[in-house]
Nanobody
């Protein structure tokens, strides 16, 4: 089982930026597809972005395209989410998730991921 720990959350004004990090340990990181999900109060946990094990394929939900960027550093066993032009509706707890998936495929549903971090709070408010 791979262990995941998120960091980088916080409070920011609308239009601001944050960079989330997720550090992994316990398994060969480069064999895992990774994703960021978020859950707002009273809502379901939704996919934000996903990246394949090698980093060559990425996926974004429509609401984050052009504003968020998912990247990974396999040498450091870490995945990142750069969030720009933040909006109040981006307020949520953000979770890092991993699934053993060597190659170019990445899951897009939460139930396809086997490992989860504890989450980090992002609050966008003036």
């Amino acid at each position: 089982q791979i262990q995941l720990v998120e960091s980088g959350g916080g409070s920011v004004q609308p239009g601001g930026s944050l960079r989330l990090s997720c550090a992994a340990s316990g398994r060969t990181f480069s064999n895992y597809a990774l994703a960021w999900f978020r859950q707002a109060p009273g809502k379901e946990r939704d996919l934000v972005a996903a990246i394949s094990s090698g980093g060559g394929s990425t996926h974004y939900v429509y609401s984050t395209k052009g504003r968020f960027t998912i990247t990974r550093d396999n040498a450091k066993s870490a995945v990142f989410l750069q969030m720009n032009s933040l909006k109040p509706e981006d307020t949520a707890v953000y979770y890092c998730a991993a699934r053993y998936a060597p190659g170019t495929w990445y899951p897009t549903r939460g139930d396809e991921y086997r490992s989860w971090g504890q989450g980090t709070q992002v609050t966008v408010s003036s």
